[in-house]
């Protein structure tokens, strides 16, 4: 069995109603566009499905971080690309990474940090991750160098573009 890709990837286009009058990529939706890339990406990569867990399982992910640095805007009609990735995961929550890039991936735009919270959803309690999950996060987990905090992170990438 060949290893799961542990950086996903895929591009959008920056949306003329997601931009503020500058014609830059509005700060509140580079998380939404963030979140969509990732949640598309598990789904075309792992055939993992959120919508489909919580329906059959009453179990999913509620957001109690985020981290977010604006670096570069995100432009009206630009093609972005954004690559994310999980690097961390306890028994009850996820850390992950996405890196919003111009299409060429020489601009770093965005960096942010999301930690999500597995809850089960009929109690809205925290919940702990089911063993078939763990296994999985370990297939996918790409942690970074040990102790790198965010703003570590942010100045490594930047020095990339």
């Given amino acids: 069995m060949n290893p799961l890709k542990k950086t996903l990837?895929?591009?959008?286009?920056?949306?003329f109603h997601d931009c503020d009058p500058f014609n830059h990529l509005n700060n509140s939706r580079y998380i939404d566009y963030m979140l969509t890339a990732r949640g598309d990406?598990?789904?075309?990569?792992?055939?993992?499905?959120?919508?489909?867990?919580?329906?059959e399982q009453s179990v999913g992910w509620v957001s109690a971080q985020t981290q977010i640095?604006?670096?570069?805007?995100?432009?009206?009609?630009?093609?972005?690309?954004?690559q994310t990735q999980l690097i961390a995961y306890s028994g009850s929550s996820l850390l992950f990474e996405a890196v919003m890039w111009n299409s060429?991936?020489?601009?770093?735009?965005?960096v942010?940090?999301?930690?999500l919270v597995h809850v089960h959803l009929q109690t809205q309690k925290s919940h702990q991750h089911s063993e078939p999950l763990l296994q999985f996060f370990e297939q996918v987990?790409?942690?970074?160098?040990?102790?790198?905090?965010?703003?570590?992170r942010v100045k490594t990438l930047r020095k990339t573009s």
């Fill in 9 to 15: 990837a895929s591009k959008m286009k920056v949306r």
């Fill in 41 to 55: 990406q598990l789904l075309e990569n792992y055939d993992f499905d959120i919508y489909r867990i919580a329906r």
């Fill in 69 to 82: 640095s604006y670096l570069s805007p995100a432009l009206l009609a630009e093609e972005i690309l954004i």
């Fill in 104 to 110: 060429g991936q020489t601009v770093v735009k965005s």
């Fill in 112 to 115: 942010l940090w999301g930690r």
């Fill in 141 to 152: 987990v790409n942690p970074l160098a040990p102790a790198m905090g965010f703003e570590e």
